[in-house]
């Protein structure tokens, strides 16, 4: 009988996770702002650079970026979404309106992540 993946590598998948989540560096109210994440190629590299242990640890035929010729746009967000929501945490996403420094506003999206229990 085959093990499943979360049950056998229970741990390092949680670590992987919290890895996302620091390099995500969420605020107080546990959320972060993708116009934040689109500007920052550092956070966005080390995301991907996570990419090899995640094929390691997880199941990814139904994660987009690890399909070959598909073309994801953001395919950062896509790991994060798809990570940690197979680890049992909640990524929620609405509409933003994000005060930029000339006084305007940027629409963006805010996402939400917290884990139950």
Same mark, same amino acid.
Not at 58 to 84: G, H, Q, V, W
């Given at each position: 009988?085959?093990?499943?993946?979360?049950?056998?590598?229970?741990?390092?998948?949680?670590?992987?996770?919290?890895?996302?989540?620091?390099?995500?560096?969420?605020? %107080?109210? #546990?959320?972060?702002? &993708?116009?934040?994440?689109?500007?920052? =190629?550092?956070? $966005?590299?080390?995301?991907?650079?996570? *990419?090899?242990?995640?094929?390691?640890?997880?199941?990814?035929?139904?994660i987009s970026t690890f399909k070959p010729n598909f %073309?994801? #746009?953001?395919?950062? &967000?896509?790991?994060?979404?798809?990570? =940690?929501?197979? $680890?049992?945490?909640?990524?929620?996403? *609405?509409?933003?309106?994000?005060?930029?420094?000339?006084?305007?506003?940027?629409?963006?999206?805010?996402?939400?992540?917290?884990?139950?229990?």
């Amino acid at each position: 009988m085959r093990i499943k993946l979360s049950d056998k590598y229970s741990s390092q998948r949680e670590e992987i996770c919290n890895k996302i989540l620091y390099i995500l560096q969420l605020n %107080e109210d #546990k959320y972060f702002l &993708l116009c934040d994440l689109d500007e920052d =190629l550092d956070k $966005q590299r080390l995301i991907l650079d996570l *990419k090899d242990d995640i094929k390691t640890f997880f199941a990814c035929s139904t994660i987009s970026t690890f399909k070959p010729n598909f %073309e994801c #746009k953001r395919p950062y &967000l896509n790991i994060i979404r798809s990570i =940690l929501r197979q $680890q049992g945490y909640t990524v929620e996403s *609405k509409n933003h309106w994000n005060k930029i420094s000339n006084g305007t506003f940027q629409r963006t999206m805010k996402f939400h992540i917290y884990k139950e229990g």
